[in-house]
């Protein structure tokens, strides 16, 4: 069995720790930057109006028989730079973005080992399955805000004119962070799930009380959806809606099957 560790030796561990991080980062980030040409086609991908969001949405726009022109026409959206350095602080901003994104399964698996020493067994197994389940939920959600939800987003308010006359013109620190911003706030909504779990599991909330306010969380998921991707047409809405619609009511049913158990345990417990 191994001692305790004293303070300093927690202290030491951590700064070790710490050091692992910032060099996966680092390094991580260094390969992102010489890797320029690929991280940025990536990037810039849904300024194309080839882009495969674009044309799975077209190819499901004619099958329902709606109107694809708008999906399908060029985007006249041009990405400018207004500073003399602006692009290279741009790519070191972004390297470091991408470098924290690769090297965020060391960091967690790091975090994740320092603390794990301080668990029991049924706490450090529970904690697994928040953090890997946590982590593979906020990937989903910056890959649909990737896929889908920028892309639409960047079309329509980059797209829209109050007149002829006004060019559209973008500058790439804008766009670079709206893409940021957009794939960052779907990943935080992505952990509706993880997150009423734990509440579940604290005894805050239960499938009843989600259940009894489904109303009132349908309205408030079509104004947020309506609110990330301002579009013009209902198609567009639905489809940022449903999956928060679907992760909302995917935890329902979680709730009440971990209530169960948990009935199940405690009446075990007090009856042996």
């Known amino acids: 069995m191994n001692e305790p560790q004293s303070f300093w030796e927690h202290l030491d561990e951590l700064r070790n720790s710490l050091i692992r991080m910032i060099i996966a980062v680092v390094f991580c980030a260094i390969v992102a930057f ?35 022109q708008e999906l399908m026409s060029p985007i006249s959206v041009t990405l400018i730079n207004t500073g003399l350095a602006q692009q ?59 896929f889908l939800i920028f892309p639409l987003t960047f079309r329509f308010l980059g797209m829209y004119q109050v007149s002829d006359v006004v060019e559209n013109t973008v500058t790439l620190d804008s766009y670079i962070d709206t893409m940021l911003m957009t794939s960052l706030s779907m990943g935080i909504v992505f952990e509706i799930p993880v997150l009423c ?38 198609f567009t809405l639905m489809l940022v809606s449903l999956p928060m619609w679907l992760l909302y009511e995917d935890s329902c049913p979680n709730l009440s099957q971990k209530r169960s158990s948990s009935t199940v345990y405690l009446y075990l417990v007090t009856r042996n």
């Open 34 to 68: 010489c890797l320029k040409d690929a991280v940025f086609d990536i990037i810039l991908a849904p300024h194309d109006s080839v882009f495969v969001t674009y044309r799975i949405l077209a190819r499901i726009g004619k099958l329902l028989h709606a109107d694809t």
């Open 197 to 234: 779990w734990i509440m579940g599991r604290m005894g805050i909330i239960s499938a009843e009380m989600m259940r009894s306010y489904r109303r009132h969380v349908v309205v408030t998921l079509l104004v947020l959806a309506a609110i990330i991707t301002p579009t013009s047409d209902v």
């Open 88 to 146: 290279f602080l741009l790519h070191v901003k972004t390297s470091f973005y991408v470098g924290l994104m690769l090297a965020s399964p060391y960091i967690i698996y790091l975090l994740f080992r320092f603390v794990s020493p301080a668990l029991y067994h049924r706490e450090r197994h529970y904690a697994l399955q928040i953090v890997f389940s946590g982590y593979v939920m906020f990937l989903c959600g910056i890959l649909l805000g990737y």
